[in-house]
């Protein structure tokens, strides 16, 4: 299917936050990190982004020994939970995890009781579209949870700004979720040929990418010319499937991961040849696709993702989206005081140009199905699947977003101990990072959330946060809504016109 199309051009300057000395006092002009951005979802604000600052610093407990006691540890690596566990953090690093009647807390740790918490590892969310550093953007992944972005787009021109954020990351000079980016998609008419494919998967290799997005327009020698350079090199192929490839042949080339289940119900139709024609001569070719859905074939392809290696996005918040922005309803429960109102003004537009635009309601109801279907089916036959949403599509808010996929896979048949995986050890396994992320455990980052209830007994349990850790770094539950509150404000009295 062709993907959802919105405007994601944005430049933005910004102002590197540097933590405070030991000892010295934190004040507005030391972490003022002033900038504008041509079209932001969060109002840029020199005197918000300060404040901002202010509060991520003043809150967090930096460089310190944090003990958290007496809580439910969920590990989503084994699929199990250990009650009256106590979690010891030293600096940026878990040090100790084991029952709280044995686990040894230092004499100088400060010490946070747990009981009645539920404790998960920091969220993923493994499809996002930052693209300048929307650094106002950050406050709302962080209170969400959201520890580990993968930037699925970046421009030329922004590509040094994600490379020194990651830096000022890693290095702690600024606190933010996790990015791992690579460039805009591989696509035609910019790739012609698959010597010129050949040639730009080399540039990026050598610009330390380990990812390698493709698109829709790919010619098919480019796409395989493409798969067949970044194994060479050892580089992941991600992205779409290009229109001139069937998802059968995407585990012989190596795809890495497919977003969006782009694709997948095309190949899955028994008369696939002729959807493919229709679409590729401009008639959309869903209800031939539906009513020509072949189970078997579905279940084949699966079980060749599966041998593989070829990971799922699904994205089911965009589906979801666009099936109501087709009704002309607008999601109920979309957190939008933290839009701005230029996007708010757009969003309606926007999120109809989607897969759903052109079809009639109950075709648009049975695609949706269709899209669950296949996602249980996935999860079924254990084709690997990780949580992103396409953030910013239109109501996609950042970080909330993430929870409402979490709910969407558990609606589509994962378990909740399944989605939390998806968002937590899945993306550190594929991106191969398993050695510092993805579960609670002694050496790795601590990157944590602590739940007031059991997301096993409902995964709208996520929303309910009681405090994220980052890299070390306590925010409590104060501070969380301090960020939040922040945004909103700085949203309410910027007063921008639709269109500005």
Known sequence: M???????????????VLPPKKGTE???TQ?????????QLIVPCPVARCALSIILFAAAILGQTIALTDCTLIDTRQGTTAPHSTIVMNGDRIAARGPSASTRIPARARVVRGTGKFVIPGLWDLHVHVGAIEEDWFPLFLANGVTGLREMAASEENAPRQREYTQDVAQGRRIGPELLWTLFSLDAPRIA???????????????????IKIYNALSRDSYFAIADECRKRGLQMVGHIPDSVSASDVARAGQASVEHL???????????????????HGSDPTK?????????KANALLDSFRQGGVWQTPTLTIHKIGLLARAKQLPGDIPIQYARRDYLAAWPRESRDTAFATLDPATAQRLMAAYQDLVRRMNQRGVRIFAGTDTPFPYCIPGFALHDELALLVEAGLSPMAALKAATWSPAEFLHLTQNYGS??????????????????????TRRISAVIRRGRMFDDKALREM???????VRKSGQPPGH
């Open 2 to 16: 062709i993907g959802p199309v919105f405007s994601r051009n944005t430049t933005t300057t910004y102002g590197v």
């Open 262 to 280: 782009d694709g997948i119900l095309l190949a899955c139709s028994r008369r696939e040849e002729e959807a493919r024609w229709r679409m590729q």
């Open 193 to 211: 040929g698959p010597q010129q494919a050949r040639a730009e998967v080399a540039r990026r290799a050598a610009m330390g990418l380990s990812y």
């Open 26 to 28: 934190v004040t507005d």
């Open 484 to 490: 939040l509150a922040r945004v909103e404000t700085e």
């Open 288 to 296: 031939l696709v539906l009513d020509t859905f072949d189970s078997a």
């Open 31 to 39: 972490y003022a990190g002033g900038g504008r951005s041509a079209r």
């Open 440 to 461: 609670v455990e002694p050496g790795k980052i601590a990157d944590l959330v602590v739940l007031d209830a059991d997301p096993l007994l409902s995964i709208r349990n």
